[in-house]
């Protein structure tokens, strides 16, 4: 999925454009344990509750492509008779009024989920008609001709409310507040199917993770028993230690700076496209070459690519490169430099050592006092 079918999705939480037929919660206390369900018609709950779900349904549909809303394949063996996608779209087509389907499912991410504290499961079951489009790119709500039926599943943490002391309008006292325990926004759930090519895809499903860096593979295999990627940081290692097995002991200032340079300067020019970036092994091979890495020192690229990433076939250049500062260390000095002026920083040798030199322009400052010499 792209951004740009993301965000029409997400224009659906909302009471204009609600596609939500019918709601499913279970309420699971630490001990795992089941303490209270939700079975109902969507468009039958309260206003005010309607509105807080949209907002929780948002939120499980938001953050970056590629980090927090992460696009995820079945393997075949999962699409089989049996498999976990062969289950969720017997829940989606029951749309949610199989009861013992919905507890299957409750059961599946209570076994699996990864959590010590309390927390909410919600599934819903939505059909958004989709408009058809016009040559010019607007939406022509009578011109559809396909329906996109979906799950959508949200896990939120339950926790108390934090003590302190509220004004009692029934007795005019400031008192000690009572203690509630609340649904916070969601920190994992998922879409499925993928909504692709603004269609249907039961190939995918769309997985979200509140940190990037914590997945919960346990839920990823035994709820969707899809392939577990690497995080944005597992990328990001994976990708250094590309470089670094591939440049050896000539690894060199000037190139390192140059791959900055170059990832930075393919993301400004992919910032307009719908897809987010991505760079497979003839492309990080092209990066590599066009930063200045040598013929010779090509030649182990394929096999370090190969046994750094494994099944894992491309990177998210958001993921690899740095937009916000280009960082710099020593044992003792940590620098921060614009990360559109790394041409400012550059190597010497000065009396046989290796420093660095940075050039000033008109400004310098130290600790906020401006030095004049």
């Not at 507040?177 to 969601?186: G, K, T, Y």
């Not at 879409?191 to 603004?198: E, G, N, T, V």
């Not at 092994?281 to 040598?294: C, H, N, T």
């Amino acid at each position: 999925m792209n951004k740009k079918e993301v965000l029409e999705i997400r224009r659906q939480f909302s009471p204009e454009n609600c596609a939500i037929t019918r709601i499913c919660g279970c309420y699971v206390d630490h001990e795992k344990e089941k303490k209270t369900e939700l079975k109902e018609a969507f468009l039958s709950l309260p206003e005010e509750e309607a509105f807080k779900y949209f907002d929780i349904f948002r939120h499980t549909l938001s953050g970056t492509l590629g980090k927090n809303m992460i696009d995820m394949e079945f393997p075949l063996a999962q699409e089989q008779h049996g498999g976990t996608q062969e289950f969720l779209l017997k829940l989606r087509d029951s749309r949610l009024e199989d009861d013992m389907l919905v507890e299957e499912f409750y059961d599946k991410v209570i076994a699996s989920y990864d959590y010590a504290e309390n927390y909410y499961i919600i599934l819903i079951h939505a059909v958004y008609d989709v408009p058809g489009k016009a040559s010019d790119g607007m939406e022509m709500f009578d011109a559809s001709d396909t329906v996109y039926e979906h799950l959508l599943c949200s896990i939120c943490p339950v926790n108390l409310s934090k003590a302190g002391l509220s004004y009692n309008a029934r007795t005019n006292h400031i008192e000690d507040r009572i203690r509630d325990w609340i649904v916070e926004a969601p920190v994992k759930g998922f879409l499925f199917p993928a909504f692709q090519d603004r269609a249907s895809d039961v190939h995918h499903v769309l997985y979200y993770t509140k940190k990037p860096e914590d997945l919960n593979p346990s839920f990823i295999d035994g709820v969707l028993g899809s392939q577990i990627p690497l995080t944005a940081g597992d990328q990001k290692t994976s990708f250094q230690a590309i470089v670094s097995d591939t440049l050896g002991d000539a690894c060199d200032y000037d190139v390192i700076r140059n791959i900055h340079d170059n990832l930075n300067e393919m993301l400004e020019e992919a910032k307009e496209e719908p897809e987010p970036l991505e760079l497979s092994k003839p492309d990080v091979k092209r990066l590599l070459e066009r930063s200045g890495v040598q013929p010779e020192q090509m030649e182990s690229f394929d096999k370090g690519f190969e046994e750094v990433m494994g099944e894992q076939k491309t990177f998210l250049a958001s993921n690899i490169a740095n937009t916000r500062t280009f960082q710099i260390e020593t044992p003792d000095i940590i620098l921060k430099v614009n990360p559109e002026r790394s041409d400012l920083v550059e190597t010497r040798e000065i009396d046989g050592r290796r420093c660095l030199v940075i050039a000033i322009d008109d400004h310098l400052e130290v600790n906020g006092i401006e030095i004049r010499r």
